[in-house]
Structures are given as structure tokens and as C-alpha cells.
């Protein structure tokens, strides 16, 4: 039987330019091994939209075999409300849904899309995780990337805020249906 009980968060940390900095969290059950904070490349990109997080997902997926997450209105509505909720602060707090969450914020020119977050998420950690341990790398962050090629998440729905707390700052929020992330299990 799956068990899929608490959140934690995680912030990481990156000093890439003075003005330029994200930090990022999942949700993940409790009796996860918690990773520490890495540092992520930012990477510059245009808009973001559906498709292009839903590309952005499938291209990761494919390179696993993975079949494709379709966009989810639902998922999209929740993650934008919750992060219009969380603008004012941008803290890395999962909103303790349903859902599998991914949760992220940058500041500063280039880090502040879809492309960025999801750079951090899949570029920055696919090379922390060993598939055939089905774990990370010791003290490295893999959980968003094992979220976003996880087989049985079929959905997605992202979305984004600007923080009220700093200049060119955002909150990002994906959340995915059904979640992952379950102990003992691959992602695929
Ligand atoms: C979207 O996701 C919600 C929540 O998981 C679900 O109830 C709904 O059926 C999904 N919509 C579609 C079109 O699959
Ligand atoms: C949106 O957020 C508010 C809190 O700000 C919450 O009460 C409400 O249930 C949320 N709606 C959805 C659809 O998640």
C-alpha cells in the first residue's frame, strides 16, 4: 500500500551574479533522505506557456522512456492560486494539496521562467540521481527530477507569481497528478 504523508521543504541557494538568485522545494514523503541545497545554472528563455512546460516535461520524460503529462486545468488553477498566495513572501512552503508539487523561486534576469525552473529541476539534478540505487547522490537534491519522470504522473499544471517581496522575483509551482515520489519506488 502507497503511503504518501508529508512535506518538507528545501531551500536551496544560488549566488550565480549578484542580482541573480532561486531556491527551490518538492514534497516528498517523510521518510525521504533529505538532500541539501545545490547550485543551479540559470538558463534565459522566453514565455511560458502550457505547452511549452508540458514540452519542457516531456522532453525529460522521453529521454527515460516516459510517456507524456498532458496539461490539466485543474492542476494549472490550483498552482497558479496557490502561487498568487504565496507572492508575498515567495517562502519555499508547499501548499499541502493533494498533489505532487514542485515548488521554486528566482531573481534576477534569466532566472525567472519556466525554462529556469525547470533547468534547475531536471538539468541540475538528472545527474544526481542513480537509478539503480533509486536514490541521490549523497547531500544532492534529486526529487523534482524523479517527480517530473515519474511513470505513473500522468497530469501537470504550473504556475507562477511575481514576489511582492523583491524586485524582478518569482514563485513557480508545478503540481502533478497522480503524485510521485513514493519510498521503495523508481520513477520509472
Ligand atoms: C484534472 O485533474 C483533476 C485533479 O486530479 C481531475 O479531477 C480531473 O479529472 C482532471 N481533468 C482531466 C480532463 O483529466
Ligand atoms: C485558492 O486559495 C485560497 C486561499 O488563498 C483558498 O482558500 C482556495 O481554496 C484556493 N482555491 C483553489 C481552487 O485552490
Known amino acids: ?12 541557494f544560488l549566488a550565480y551574479q549578484p542580482r541573480v538568485s532561486q531556491g527551490l522545494g518538492y514534497r516528498v514523503p517523510s521518510q525521504y533522505q533529505w538532500p541539501k ?7 534565459q528563455a522566453p514565455h511560458d ?35 498568487q498566495q504565496r507572492s508575498g513572501d515567495c517562502e519555499l512552503i508547499h501548499s499541502q494539496g493533494p498533489y505532487g508539487e514542485n515548488i521554486y523561486w528566482g531573481q534576477g534576469e534569466g532566472v525567472i521562467d519556466a525554462a529556469a525552473a525547470m533547468k534547475a529541476w531536471v538539468d541540475g539534478e538528472v545527474v544526481n540521481y542513480d537509478y539503480n540505487s533509486n536514490s541521490c547522490e549523497f547531500g544532492k ?5 524523479t517527480q517530473i519522470v515519474w511513470k505513473d504522473t500522468t497530469q501537470l499544471g504550473c504556475g507562477t507569481a511575481k514576489c511582492s517581496d523583491a524586485e524582478n522575483k518569482v514563485f513557480i509551482t508545478c503540481n502533478y497528478y497522480p503524485p510521485g515520489n513514493y519510498i521503495g519506488e523508481r520513477p520509472y
Open 1 to 12: 500500500m502507497k503511503l504518501y504523508t508529508s512535506f518538507l521543504c528545501l531551500v536551496g
Open 37 to 43: 541545497p545545490h547550485n543551479v545554472v540559470p538558463l
Open 49 to 83: 506557456t502550457p505547452e511549452k512546460w508540458v514540452r519542457l516535461h516531456n522532453l525529460a520524460r522521453s529521454k527515460v522512456g516516459v510517456g507524456p503529462l498532458k496539461w490539466n486545468t485543474t492542476l494549472a488553477n490550483y498552482a497558479k492560486n496557490y502561487s
Open 141 to 145: 537534491q534529486c526529487g523534482h527530477y
